[in-house]
C-alpha cells in the first residue's frame, strides 16, 4: 500500500508521493505530510556498512512508495555522485567533543545540495510517471543558499524551468556572485528590493493563484516548487542523520541503542523537521536543538506556546536564517494538533491576519523532544574565533549559531555528556568575510578573494570548487524587481501575454 500524504490544511486532499513532490504546496497553502512516519526496516547492524547512497535508498524507499527501486535508486545515484567532493557525501568532523556533520561537500558548498541535487530527478520521475505533458517552472524564493543550490540542480534538465528571487541587499556578496553567474538556458535570477519573507509570500501567492495557474496551463507550463516546504526536499534531508547515526555507531562512538543530540541551526524549520522524522523513523535521538540568529521567533516560540513574527526583522552574518515565518513550523504543528487539519489551518489563518498564534498546553506538552535557543552576533563571532584558536577547525556562521545554542544547552541543562552531533550547513568559504572578521578584525580590508586565499591558508584547507569558479564568471542576470512586480516578471520570462 502507498504512503498517503495529505494537506496539512484540508484532510480531503490526499495524493501519492511523486504527486506530492510535483504540485510542491498543497491547495489552501497547505503544505503535504505523509499520514504516518514509517520506521526503519533495517538494523543499525546492517545501516552501519551502508554507503550513503545505500542509506539515502533505505530511507527513501519507506516514503516514496510509489517509485519503484529502478527509479529511486536512479534518482539517488544521478544525485549523490562526484558533483560532492568526498565520496562520504556528508562527512562527520570530531572537534572539542562534538560531532560536525559537514553537509556542505555538494556543488555550491551548503547543505541546500543535500536535497537539492536529487530534486530534479525525484521531479522528473514523478512528471513522467504522473503523465504530466507541461513544462515544469520552479519558482524560488532564497534567502541564498537555495537559490544557488536550486539552480545548480535544475540548470539545462530537459522539461524544466527554474526563476529564484532573492533579496537585493539580504544576501552574502559571494552568494550572489554565484546566483548571478549561473548558467543554462532555463535559468533566471531576480533581486528583489524587498526582505526574504516578502520574497516567499509573493511565491507563495503565485502558487495559489488559480487564475495564474490556468494561464500558465494555457501557455503549457505549470508552477512547482524546490523551497523546503516541498516533501522531496524534506525526504532526502531525513537520510544524513541515519547515516550520522550509523556512521557513529560503526566507529565506535557510541554504543549500541545510544542516545545522540542534534543540534540543528534553522531558519525554515526543514532541515530540524528532517531530523525529528529520523527520530520518528527509530534513530536514537534525545534532545532536538534548534539554534536560532537573533531573528528568534522559534526559540520564543518553545519558551511561550506563542508563535509572533511581529517584531523586527535583522539582517545576521547567518543571512539563510534571517527568517521570521518558518514554513515548515506548520508540518510540526499539524502532527502536535493530533493531525487536524481545521484546527491547524485556523492558526496558519491568525499567523496571516494577526502575525502570531498561539498553540494549547495540549499541543506543548508534545514539544518535550525540542530545545530552542539563540545566539547572538557578537557571540557568534566568539563561538568561531575560540573554536578555531583551541581546534584549527574553522566553521561557518550558521553553523557556529548552532554551535553557540550547543554551549548554551550544556550550560542551562547539564548535559554535557550526551554525544552530540551539530548540523555543520554551509563552507566557511561561502562567508567568507564574516568568518574571517570573526578570527581577526584586521582581515576586513582585504577583499573577497583574497579572504578566500588567505581562509584556505590558516583552516589548511582547498579551496572549494563552487568559489574558485566564480572568481572570473560573467554576470548572466541583472534584473532587479520591486515585490508587487514579481508575478509581472515571471509572465515576461516565460512569454505569457498579459
Ligand atoms: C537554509 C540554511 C539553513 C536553515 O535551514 P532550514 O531548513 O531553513 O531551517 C541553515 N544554514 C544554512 C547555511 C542554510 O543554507
Known amino acids: 500500500m502507498d504512503l498517503v500524504y495529505v494537506s496539512t490544511r484540508n484532510a480531503d486532499e490526499k495524493?501519492?508521493?511523486?504527486?506530492?513532490?510535483?504540485?510542491?504546496?498543497?491547495?489552501?497553502?497547505?503544505?503535504?505530510?505523509?499520514?504516518?512516519?514509517?520506521?526503519?526496516d533495517v538494523s543499525m547492524d546492517e545501516l552501519a556498512k551502508m554507503s550513503y547512497q545505500e542509506?539515502?535508498?533505505?530511507?527513501?524507499?519507506?516514503?516514496?512508495?510509489?517509485?519503484?527501486?529502478?527509479?529511486?535508486?536512479?534518482?539517488?545515484?544521478s544525485a549523490y555522485d562526484s558533483k560532492f567532493d568526498t565520496e562520504q557525501i556528508a562527512p562527520l568532523v570530531k572537534a572539542d567533543g562534538a560531532y560536525y556533520l559537514e553537509l556542505f561537500h555538494g556543488s555550491t558548498i551548503a547543505f541546500k545540495d543535500m536535497a537539492l541535487s536529487i530534486l530534479p530527478y525525484l521531479l522528473t520521475t514523478s512528471a513522467k510517471k504522473n503523465h504530466v505533458k507541461n513544462e515544469i517552472v520552479i519558482l524560488t524564493a532564497t534567502s541564498g543558499d537555495t537559490g544557488k543550490a536550486a539552480l545548480a540542480g535544475f540548470a539545462d534538465v530537459p522539461g524544466t524551468k527554474i526563476i529564484v528571487f532573492y533579496p537585493k541587499n539580504g544576501v552574502s556578496p559571494i552568494q550572489e556572485k554565484q546566483m548571478v553567474t549561473q548558467k543554462g538556458d532555463n535559468t533566471f535570477v531576480v533581486g528583489i528590493n524587498g526582505n526574504f519573507d516578502q520574497a516567499q509570500t509573493g511565491v507563495k501567492q503565485m502558487f495559489s493563484d488559480t487564475g495564474l495557474a490556468k494561464v500558465m496551463d494555457d501557455a503549457g507550463y505549470q508552477f512547482s516548487s524546490a523551497n523546503s516546504i516541498n516533501i522531496g526536499r524534506l525526504v532526502p534531508q531525513i537520510v544524513y542523520y541515519v547515516y550520522a547515526y550509523a556512521k557513529m555507531y560503526e566507529n565506535g562512538e557510541i554504543g549500541k541503542g545510544e542516545k545522540i543530540n542534534?543540534?540543528?541551526?534553522?531558519?525554515?524549520?526543514?532541515?530540524?523537521?528532517?531530523?525529528?522524522?529520523?527520530?520518528?523513523?527509530?534513530?536514537?535521538?534525545?534532545?532536538?536543538?534548534?539554534?536560532?540568529?537573533?531573528?528568534?521567533?522559534?526559540?520564543?516560540?518553545?519558551?511561550?506556546?506563542?508563535?509572533?513574527?511581529?517584531?523586527?526583522?535583522?539582517?545576521?552574518?547567518?543571512?539563510?536564517?534571517?527568517?521570521?515565518?518558518?514554513?515548515?513550523?506548520?508540518?510540526?504543528?499539524?502532527?502536535?494538533?493530533?493531525?487536524?487539519?481545521?484546527?491547524?489551518?485556523?492558526?496558519?489563518?491568525?499567523?496571516?491576519?494577526d502575525g502570531r498564534y498561539e498553540i494549547t498546553q495540549e499541543m506543548r506538552e508534545q514539544l518535550t523532544d525540542f530545545y530552542g535557543n539563540f545566539t547572538g552576533e557578537s557571540k557568534t563571532a566568539e563561538v568561531i574565533k575560540s573554536l578555531y584558536e583551541s581546534t584549527g577547525y574553522v566553521i561557518d556562521t550558521h553553523t557556529a549559531v548552532?554551535?553557540?545554542?550547543?554551549?548554551?544547552?550544556?550550560?542551562?541543562?547539564?548535559?554535557?555528556?550526551?554525544?552530540?552531533?551539530?548540523?555543520?550547513?554551509?563552507?566557511?568559504?561561502?562567508?567568507?568575510?564574516?568568518?574571517?572578521?570573526?578570527?581577526?578584525?584586521?582581515?576586513?580590508?582585504?577583499?573577497?578573494?583574497?579572504?578566500?586565499?588567505?581562509?584556505?591558508?590558516?583552516?589548511?584547507?582547498?579551496?572549494?570548487?563552487?568559489?574558485?569558479?566564480?572568481r572570473s564568471a560573467p554576470v548572466l542576470h541583472d534584473t532587479v524587481c520591486e515585490v508587487e512586480e514579481m508575478e509581472a516578471v515571471v509572465k515576461r520570462f516565460l512569454a505569457i501575454e498579459k
Do not use: W
Not at 510535483?22 to 520506521?39: D, H, S, W, Y
Not at 523513523?281 to 521567533?297: D, F, T
Not at 527568517?323 to 492558526?347: C, F, P, V, W, Y
Open 55 to 77: 542509506t539515502a535508498y533505505e530511507v527513501m524507499k519507506l516514503f516514496l512508495t510509489d517509485f519503484t527501486e529502478e527509479e529511486l535508486k536512479y534518482c539517488i545515484n
Open 402 to 470: 548552532a554551535a553557540g545554542v550547543y554551549a548554551e544547552y550544556k550550560a542551562e541543562t547539564g548535559d554535557i555528556d550526551t554525544k552530540t552531533v551539530i548540523a555543520s550547513t554551509a563552507s566557511p568559504f561561502k562567508f567568507t568575510r564574516s568568518v574571517m572578521n570573526a578570527i581577526d578584525s584586521g582581515y576586513d580590508r582585504m577583499t573577497d578573494f583574497e579572504l578566500v586565499d588567505e581562509l584556505s591558508k590558516i583552516a589548511n584547507v582547498a579551496v572549494p570548487q563552487a568559489i574558485e569558479e566564480i
Open 15 to 40: 495524493v501519492t508521493a511523486s504527486q506530492a513532490i510535483l504540485k510542491g504546496l498543497a491547495g489552501e497553502g497547505g503544505l503535504f505530510v505523509p499520514t504516518n512516519i514509517p520506521a526503519l
Open 262 to 353: 542534534v543540534v540543528v541551526p534553522t531558519g525554515n524549520f526543514g532541515n530540524i523537521l528532517a531530523a525529528f522524522y529520523a527520530k520518528n523513523m527509530g534513530v536514537p535521538i534525545a534532545k532536538l536543538i534548534c539554534a536560532s540568529n537573533e531573528n528568534k521567533v522559534l526559540y520564543d516560540f518553545f519558551r511561550t506556546g506563542i508563535y509572533d513574527k511581529n517584531r523586527e526583522f535583522i539582517l545576521t552574518s547567518s543571512p539563510s536564517m534571517d527568517i521570521l515565518i518558518s514554513s515548515n513550523l506548520e508540518r510540526l504543528i499539524h502532527r502536535i494538533a493530533g493531525n487536524d487539519a481545521g484546527k491547524n489551518a485556523e492558526l496558519m489563518k491568525a499567523l496571516i491576519s
